[in-house]
């Protein structure tokens, strides 16, 4: 079963008057749905943009594993256990918030900042916070995030390039950017595909397309 959800379809948040959009994925704040609270690890998948000098500040995460793709612009990011880092676009950040942790985040230049924000569930709660940067990772090189039994992909495609969605239980597909064919179905930019399960399926960019893929067994 695939089940497209288009990006006219999210539900907006952030604070436009403080230079905070956002585009919620899933149940989020005031934006209760008790049919869309997750699906499989995935929690939250949140689009954000902030205006330069906008940022939210510092607030408490626990439980959760918190992966950031930068879209455009650059995200400092700070937290409690002492880490300060500049998130660019082909960066992959991870934070485990564990039993808890502290952090903010802000565009500190000076061009808009967007960002997309996926928050996973853990295996297992508690623990101590942790921190991951990985530096432009590359289309052949999957990030393993084994917390939450989950796998992310980060795919860059040419028009008409084909690449395969990972056989699996659950698969979320993200398009950040670009076009593509899923089944069929015409995928933007913020849209998403919750498909259960994936077997011999095929993404095709029809243009220049930037899709992220969560491979997820059930919890």
């Known amino acids: ?28 704040g005031r934006h209760y749905d008790p049919d869309n609270l997750r699906f499989g690890a995935i929690l939250a998948c949140n ?5 330069p000098g906008a940022g939210f500040a510092e607030h ?12 455009e612009g650059e995200l400092t990011h700070r937290d409690s256990a002492g880490h300060t880092t500049v998130v660019r676009p ?29 928050w996973l569930a853990p295996l297992e709660t508690g623990g101590e916070p942790s921190y991951e940067i990985v530096r432009g990772i590359a289309d052949s090189t999957p990030y393993a995030l084994p917390e939450a039994a989950s796998m992310l992909h980060v795919r860059r495609l040419e028009p008409g390039e084909r690449t395969a969605v990972p056989d ?8 950040v950017r670009g076009t593509a064919r899923l089944s069929g179905e015409e995928l933007t930019p913020g849209d998403a595909a919750r498909v259960t399960p994936a ?6 960019a029809t243009s220049d397309a930037e899709i992220l893929l969560w491979e997820m067994r059930p919890a």
């Open 47 to 51: 689009e954000e943009r902030l205006a």
């Open 60 to 71: 408490p995460h626990s439980h959760t594993e918190i992966v950031t793709w930068v879209v």
């Open 168 to 175: 699996a239980d659950l698969v979320y597909v993200h398009v």
């Open 90 to 118: 082909g960066d992959v950040q991870r934070l485990s918030s564990a039993a808890g942790v502290r952090h903010e985040e802000r565009n500190d230049g000076d061009v808009p900042l967007v960002f997309v924000q996926m």
């Open 199 to 204: 077997q011999d399926l095929a993404l095709m």
């Open 1 to 28: 079963m695939i089940r497209i959800q288009r990006a006219g379809d999210r539900y907006p948040g952030g604070d436009p008057a403080a230079g905070i959009e956002t585009r919620h994925a899933f149940s989020f």
